[in-house]
């Protein structure tokens, strides 16, 4: 299993660039991990707390479950990834089903301040883009999917995104193979990552002698 790791600050086009790289690879050779799924379930506390909570830090994450997926899908065991829901802040009864692959991609914005989990990565990329950029991307995103006002998501861009990002994000990308600037957007990187993927699903097909025709010799 060839793993890649994709991070960068919130709002920078994680998701936009693996959607890019799924329109590019044949769908049914990869598996996706996504670090919002593994948020700590916090149904216990009441919804203001929930609300308010710092999304933006590692301890925020439930890593020794990402972690044992991780191990279990190399193994060749399909796994039940946990689903969460930014409306209430809650982990939700729902999973969904993981099947081992060829590729897997992880993304999210902490997987790189995790060394463990950076071990296991076969690739890093960290997406580096503007904070006035990722700002209005983040104010766009969380009105229309997270059900915030626009006053709330600057408040908590500055309390806690921005700061986070600065304490723990931003130094991770230290830990990256790959840099790609202007974020999720930039086609070219999706054309690369792309490239490599297609390069490493055709260097397990011949391995593996699938798709080679026999040749008889007079």
Known sequence: MFIIGIAGGSGSGKTTLVNSILERVPYDQISLL???????DSSHLPIEQRRVLNFDHPDAIEWELMMEHIQLLKSGH????????YLTCTR?????????NKILLIEGILILTQPELCEEMDMRIYLEVESDYRLSRIIERDMESRGRSAHDVIKRYYQTVRPMHEEFIKPSRERADMLVMGGGLNSKAADFISSAILGKLNERYLLTGKGRTSRKTP
């Open 92 to 100: 939700q009864p729902e999973t969904v089903r993981v099947k081992p």
């Open 34 to 40: 996504t670090q919002d799924s593994y948020y700590k």
């Open 78 to 85: 399909e796994i039940d990834a946990p689903t969460y829901s």
